[in-house]
């Protein structure tokens, strides 16, 4: 075959100017299945370190039981039941906590599953851990997309054995919801919109942090719109479809209740979550690192802190708009909300902007001290993790 001036081959120009898709330059299949064994490694690492802690404090001191605890019981509850009609209270009347405060789309996965056959406990395992898969996977591809491969690798290393990344083990909605961003911003970036539009509402419907990644892919839309105006339809609906998602169910629940206000006020009753516009978290950093009442406290604080730090420096390097976006506004509606101090490095665990210096930097390194330096916060991550579901009495 002849090459074209340049060394390119024919067709070469064309190539390059369309759109790649979902799976190309991601490192085909080898670089997916080196992601998923690296995944692998961080949940088993993570199950015999919870087998090793053993939770002598719990009623429920088996590693399954500690894999069901707390937000698990909601789920299987709406799974199950279904939702509430109305309000839930004590007997004094005053207003509680309920299933209504939990979007659907986890425990509707659930209820496929227990529809086929698995007891519902098993259902929701099932569920988390293939999102957690398919989570390994797009956090690969992202990676891989933005910055290489091994920047793909490294991105999946550091994610899955962060400190709390042991709800990706769990019955909870961390891992779906992780898989759906990452997913949908691959999507994005490689202008496939119509996955795009579909991730992006099912990461609206998983949890309210997904009208953060519903306005990145707006942005996204909006640069592919100016980039090319014959085909901006496509990009825009598919941010209006993602757009779309929090609202419907925020409706859906104040229609449902009769109160347009219901799912903040349950949000309220129940776990004392309101934006306050980062009062609390400023209270709670000001307090613990002036007292440093307890450990745990003051390691949350310390979270916090490095995370924000590290958003700076992912922010300094201009990252993807829509990526910066996203990691922005989560970022903002975690740290400018009251409610348990302990559940917040849980809820940064899917912004991702924070991880990308860590990532970024591994990759770079060279491979001897990138695999030290990934091991050294692997096992702190790892076992912080199982301690706070075993040893540590509160909720996660």
């Avoid at 698990?72 to 299933?99: K, S």
């Avoid at 419907?205 to 090319?228: D, E, Q």
Wanted: with cysteine; glycine share 10%; net charge positive.
């Amino acid at each position: 075959m002849t090459e074209q001036p340049g060394g390119g081959q024919p067709g070469a120009e064309q190539a390059e100017e369309r759109p790649p898709r979902l799976w190309e330059a991601a490192g085909a299949w080898r670089g997916v299945l080196t992601a998923v064994g690296i995944f692998a490694l961080t949940r088993v690492a993570q199950l015999l370190i919870l087998a090793w802690l053993g939770g002598a404090t719990h009623d429920d001191n088996t590693l399954r039981g500690r894999l069901l605890v707390w937000d698990a019981g909601w789920f299987l509850r709406v799974a199950v039941d279904g939702y509430p009609h109305a309000y839930t209270y004590d007997t004094n009347h005053v207003l509680q906590g309920n299933e209504l405060a939990f979007f659907p789309l986890y425990p509707m996965l659930i209820r496929g599953f227990d529809a086929v056959g698995f007891s519902a406990q098993t259902a929701a395992l099932v569920v988390s851990w293939t999102a957690s898969i398919a989570a390994a996977v797009a956090l690969h591809l992202l990676g891989t997309t933005l910055y290489g491969k091994r920047t793909g690798w490294t991105l999946v290393a550091i994610c899955c054995s962060a400190p709390v990344s042991v709800v990706l083990s769990m019955a909870y909605s961390e891992a779906l919801f992780l898989a759906l961003v990452a997913g949908m911003f691959v999507a994005a970036h490689r202008q496939v919109w119509w996955a795009a539009g579909l991730l992006g509402l099912g990461a609206a419907l998983t949890r309210p942090t997904g009208a953060a990644a519903a306005l990145a892919l707006a942005v996204a839309a909006i640069m592919a719109a100016r980039r090319n105006r014959k085909t901006a339809w496509q990009p825009l609906l598919a941010a209006a479809v993602a757009l779309a998602g929090v609202p419907l169910f925020l409706a859906w629940v104040g229609l449902r209740v009769g109160d347009w206000s219901a799912w903040f006020r349950i949000q309220t009753a129940g776990w004392g979550t309101s934006f306050d516009y980062g009062a609390s978290t400023f209270s709670f950093l000001n307090e613990t690192l002036r007292t440093g009442d307890g450990w745990i406290p003051m390691s949350v604080a310390l979270i916090l802190l490095v995370a924000l730090a590290a958003a700076g420096v992912a922010l300094a390097g201009r990252p993807w708009p829509p990526l910066a976006v996203y990691g922005v506004v989560a970022m903002v509606l975690v740290y400018g909300q009251a409610g348990f101090y302990h559940s917040k490095p849980r809820l940064l665990l899917p912004v991702l902007l924070t991880l990308l210096p860590a990532a970024v930097a591994a990759a770079r390194a060279r491979p001897r001290v990138a695999v030290l330096s990934i091991v050294a916060w692997a096992a702190f991550g790892l076992w912080y993790g199982a301690y706070l579901i075993t040893v540590w009495p509160y909720t996660l």
